[in-house]
């Protein structure tokens, strides 16, 4: 009658046999949970950014169309006529317009700091509506109203706000050659960067102080959901009937959504990198089994003495090295999982671990494990008992 061996006896026996060795054993497995946390790290990451863009876009809507000018047919800069923000409005499904126009003045802290030195800050008039149609937020103060946009008052974008060392209303800039006050501060706005690197004015402002003509340089509509796609057809020549072909209409969460297609591109490669780590784990695995069978020889010559088959001592290898793979494993997933946690709450992202990305790494652990095991398994079952007692 042959001997046999259970499921439970097995994972005795192999965790008996690891315990001895324990440093080893150790190290062995920090292999693979080294691979197994960078893939899980990459997918965590990657599915927190992405989710936290299509929240941008949830929030932000992707019904935002942008009109700007084009070229004209000799390839000189085009103009949009200055009636282009009204006829825009008559459009049935547009719901918000507004429009911002260019300016040849510059902004400073001080009227000491010289006129070169502008930070990369522009200075662009705005429409009071800017704000709504932007679905933009205020950090400090208020926006651009009918009244104050005949006055000497400006809102600074994020960034604008930051390079000028302006952190609270009521202070003045050296802008266009007066003083103004800045009466609000903008939050990023995520579907026009351009705003966050610029210092608003208004249009009655700009065109009585700065010198502006009042046409428009860009503007913004927000049109009905589902109409999004006819509202953008027909923009061109609504904007610019004499020449529609000058006029360019861009959707700018495209851009975030792009972002996120990047996002997943980049995600293979680091997955790649990851699945390099993980292939390091498995030869060191492989190679500690290898070891172990050398030096045990005499435990599986006694072994099958008493009786134990080869397939016996091929399962208890085979195991040993699934329980160090099952170790690594479960061991990335949790480091995985802490390092994406920890970046995702250091970015303000909402955190996501997808499941099937830590039971794959589970499941990868133990197919490498598996793998690595094989050949030792294989040698250590082939031992017979002579061969495996004679001293080595």
């Known amino acids: 009658m042959s001997a046999r061996l259970s ?20 190290l062995s497995a920090l292999g693979i949970a080294i691979g197994i946390a960078a893939m899980v790290a990459v997918l965590g990451i990657s599915s927190s950014s992405r989710a936290d863009l ?23 800069d085009a103009k949009l006529p200055t009636e282009a923000p009204s006829m ?23 009227d000491l700091i010289p006129e070169a030195e502008t ?10 509506e800017l704000l709504g149609t932007l679905r933009g937020e205020l950090a400090a103060g208020r926006f651009l109203n009918r009244a104050t946009a005949r006055y000497q008052v400006v809102v600074l974008g994020a960034k604008a706000a930051e390079r000028l060392g302006v ?3 009521g202070r003045q800039v050296w802008l266009g050659g007066r003083w103004f006050t800045v009466v609000g501060i903008l939050r990023p706005v995520a579907l026009a960067s351009e705003i966050d690197r610029a210092a608003l004015v208004g249009f009655p402002a700009a065109e009585a102080l700065l010198g502006s003509d009042g046409s428009p340089g860009t503007v913004y509509v927000r049109a009905d959901p589902d109409q999004v796609e006819a509202v953008r057809s027909v923009l ?23 972002r996120a297609a990047a996002n997943s591109a980049f995600t293979s490669l680091l997955l790649g990198l990851g ?4 292939l390091v784990g498995g030869v060191g695995i492989a190679n500690v089994m290898v070891i172990s069978v050398l030096e045990r020889r005499s435990e599986i010559g006694l072994r099958r003495a008493l009786g134990a088959t ?13 329980l160090l793979a099952l170790a690594g494993g479960l061991a990335g997933v949790a480091l995985g999982a802490a390092v994406t946690a920890v970046y995702a709450t250091g970015r303000g992202w909402s955190l996501v671990v997808p499941v099937p990305a830590m039971a794959g790494g589970i499941l990868a652990a133990l197919a490498v494990g598996a793998v690595a095991g094989l050949y030792p398994a294989l040698r250590a079952a082939r031992l017979t008992p002579t061969d495996a007692l004679r001293t080595v």
């Open 7 to 26: 499921a439970r006896d097995l994972v005795a026996v192999a965790g008996a046999g690891l315990r001895t060795r324990r440093l080893r054993a150790a």
């Open 54 to 76: 299509l929240a941008q876009l949830d929030s932000l809507g992707t019904n935002l169309l942008r009109v700007t000018p084009g070229e004209t047919f000799l390839g000189a």
């Open 88 to 110: 825009l409005r008559r459009i049935g499904p547009v719901e918000w317009v507004a429009a911002t126009g260019g300016t040849d003045a510059s902004v400073r802290r001080t």
């Open 119 to 128: 930070g990369g800050i522009s200075v662009l008039a705005a429409d009071p």
């Open 167 to 169: 952190t609270a209303t």
């Open 236 to 258: 061109p020549a609504t904007a610019n009937p004499a020449n529609p072909n000058e006029v360019r209409v861009s959707r700018p969460s495209d851009a975030l959504a792009a």
């Open 275 to 278: 699945a390099v780590a993980l």
């Open 310 to 322: 080869r397939g016996h001592v091929g399962l208890q290898f085979l195991a040993e090295s699934l």
